[in-house]
């Protein structure tokens, strides 16, 4: 396994753990709302890019990952709003889907580094701007930046794992 992959890991998994550490536990009784939710699609999705990478997938679905783990995030905040929130509040959260949605489809198939950049604008923009909401725990915020940071790194690091990849193929022929 080469560093890069063992720093890539880190990224995923260590904001994870400290997010843990903070998050209330989860009985599955609170499976229904939607933080809980995004706390296990969180822990999928880590596990998917995990395998993606230790089996040497191909960089398009983990960038395809990347990418429904970016228009995902905006959705766990407009739920969250629409159960708790006021209607302000649900035009808000819209106004985050709209944001961050095009950053994922257009990070899938046109600029990679949409991804790893809508992800940690996710986190910085909108998880601190979150902090003190009515209709979001403050440790689901807190968790959310973190784990944003984490992965828009593990995405900055499989760009550049790609193109250097792509660089040494081309050396090669």
Not at 17 to 33: K, R
Not at 48 to 67: D, G, H, M, N
Not at 93 to 107: D, I, S
Request: net charge positive; charged share 15%; with cysteine.
């Amino acid at each position: 396994m080469k560093p890069s992959d063992l720093l890539a890991f880190a990224c995923l998994i260590v904001p994870q753990l400290i997010a843990a550490a903070g998050a209330p536990a989860l009985w599955p009784a609170q499976l229904s709302e939607p933080i809980y939710l995004a706390h296990v699609a969180t822990r999928l999705t880590t596990s998917v890019l995990i395998v993606a990478r230790l089996f040497k997938w191909s960089p398009s679905f983990e960038k395809l990952q990347l990418a429904l783990f970016l228009a995902g995030m905006p959705v766990i905040y407009l739920w969250c709003a629409a159960l708790r929130g006021t209607a302000s509040d649900v035009r808000t959260e819209l106004l985050g889907l709209v944001l961050f949605a095009p950053c994922a489809v257009l990070g899938h198939v046109r600029w990679s580094w949409l991804l790893p950049a809508g992800i940690a604008a996710h986190g910085f923009a909108w998880d601190v701007w979150h902090h003190g909401s009515s209709y979001v725990s403050d440790w689901y915020a807190n968790a959310c930046l973190g784990v944003d940071i984490g992965f828009g790194l593990y995405g900055a690091l499989l760009l550049w794992r790609d193109r250097s990849e792509r660089r040494a193929a081309l050396t090669v022929s």
